[in-house]
């Protein structure tokens, strides 16, 4: 049994199986522009890489934009402390609801959204609340002071 089947990658990112002497035309977007990844015997092993490619790709989307978040932060204390806090200050003023009130949810959503580490809240909240401009209102939330 020869290596006939490949576990080939579309420019789109999509990974698919596609034997060998077949033309390989990305399921997704349908080009051909295809970069062989692997070499397989069987389809089987061949079926397994290829949901072995797909699956994780939210997890790699997001290991990815951690990254990103990381970089950003390092970019920011490469700028200087004050524009990150600006950064975060705007993070929180725009994670605020009509109420005035920051939950915990909105406030990562806010990270996430301009690039911060969302899981960093819990040092920015902590870092604002001694800072003394929000004051914790419930297990949740928080006002501005
Ligand atoms: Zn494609």
Redesign the pocket.
């Given at each position: 049994m020869g290596h006939d089947w490949y576990l080939v990658r579309?420019?789109?990112?999509?990974s698919f199986g596609h034997r060998k002497g077949t033309k390989a035309k990305?399921?997704?977007?349908?080009?051909n522009?295809?970069t062989n990844v692997q070499q397989f015997s069987d389809s089987r092993s061949l079926a397994n890489a290829v949901s072995d490619a797909n699956l994780p790709k939210e997890l790699a989307k997001e290991l990815s934009s951690r990254l990103e978040s990381k970089s950003a932060i390092e970019e920011n204390r490469q700028q200087g402390p004050v524009s990150i806090r600006e950064r975060v200050r705007g993070t929180l003023r725009s994670a605020t609801d009509d109420q005035g009130v920051l939950r915990i949810s909105a406030i990562r959503r806010e990270l996430d959204s301009a690039g911060l580490d969302a899981e960093s809240w819990e040092s920015i909240i902590g870092g604002a609340e001694l800072e003394g401009i929000l004051v914790r209102c419930s297990n949740d939330s928080w006002r501005w002071v």
């Amino acid at each position: 049994m020869g290596h006939d089947w490949y576990l080939v990658r579309c420019k789109c990112g999509h990974s698919f199986g596609h034997r060998k002497g077949t033309k390989a035309k990305c399921t997704i977007c349908g080009s051909n522009e295809v970069t062989n990844v692997q070499q397989f015997s069987d389809s089987r092993s061949l079926a397994n890489a290829v949901s072995d490619a797909n699956l994780p790709k939210e997890l790699a989307k997001e290991l990815s934009s951690r990254l990103e978040s990381k970089s950003a932060i390092e970019e920011n204390r490469q700028q200087g402390p004050v524009s990150i806090r600006e950064r975060v200050r705007g993070t929180l003023r725009s994670a605020t609801d009509d109420q005035g009130v920051l939950r915990i949810s909105a406030i990562r959503r806010e990270l996430d959204s301009a690039g911060l580490d969302a899981e960093s809240w819990e040092s920015i909240i902590g870092g604002a609340e001694l800072e003394g401009i929000l004051v914790r209102c419930s297990n949740d939330s928080w006002r501005w002071v």
